[in-house]
C-alpha cells in the first residue's frame, strides 16, 4: 500500500516535499513501525523524527495505532517550531532509544549513552529513593551551555541530555547523556565532559531518602563554583 504523510514547516525543508509517500508491503502498519520505516529510508531526519508526533484521521496517535492507506496521515512537528529538543526536563520514565536518536547521524562512526541510575548502597548505606529539583528554565539553558561548549571543543560533537525530576527509584534512571561523533576518542571524551559539567553548573538538586532519614546532596566533586571555568583535558 501506499502510505501518504502530510508535512509541516521545519519538516517540509527537511524531506524536500510537503507530502511523504511511504510504499508498505502490508495492507496495514502501526505508527512505531511507520516511524521506524521512515527512519530507515531518511536517517538523516531521525532527531527530527523522534521529536514529531503522527496524527491520524485529525488525531494525535500513539505507537501502537494502526493507519492504513485510507487514513488522513501526517507528521506533527513540534509547535514551537520544528526543532528537536536536545535538552529536556522530564517527570515520566526517560526513554533512552529515543534520547540517543536525537544524536544519530550518517556522518557519524561512535555514538554512547551514559545512564545515571539510582544506586542501593552507598558506603555501607541503603538509599531509599532518590528525589530530585530543579531550576527548570535555567537548567535547560546550562545543559544547551554545555552542548555548545562540547562542540566547541569536538566541533561536529552532537550531544542530547534529559534529566528526570521527582522520585526515581533504585535501579531506575535520573539522566541519559547521548554523544556520537565521527571518531570514538572524542565521543568517549565528550560524554565523560557532560556529565562532569552538568554536576559542576546544571541547577538540578539530589535528596538521598534513607531507610533511617534524607539529606540534600550538593556537590561532591570539592568546592562548588559554577563560574568556574572548565578544565582543559
Known sequence: MNLRIQLFAGLVELFGTSVLHIQIEQDAVSIKQLRERIAEDYPAAVPQLSSSFFAKNQAYAGDEDIVTSADEIALIPPVSGGQPSFYEITHTTIDAQQVAAKVNHPNHGASLVFMGTTREMTHGQRTVLLEYEAYVPMAIKTMEAIGQEID??????????????????????????????????????????????????????????????????????????????????
Open 152 to 233: 566547541d571543543r569536538w566541533p561536529g560533537t552532537l550531544c542530547a541530555i534529559t534529566h528526570r525530576l521527582g522520585k526515581v527509584a533504585i535501579a531506575e534512571t535520573s539522566v541519559v547523556i547521548a554523544v556520537s561523533s565521527p571518531h570514538r576518542a572524542d565521543c568517549y571524551e565528550a560524554s565523560r565532559y557532560a556529565i562532569e559539567r552538568l554536576k559542576q553548573i546544571v541547577p538540578i538538586w539530589k535528596k538521598e531518602i534513607w531507610e533511617d532519614g534524607s539529606e540534600w546532596k550538593g556537590s561532591q566533586t570539592g568546592p562548588w563554583n559554577p563560574l568556574q571555568a572548565p578544565t582543559e583535558e
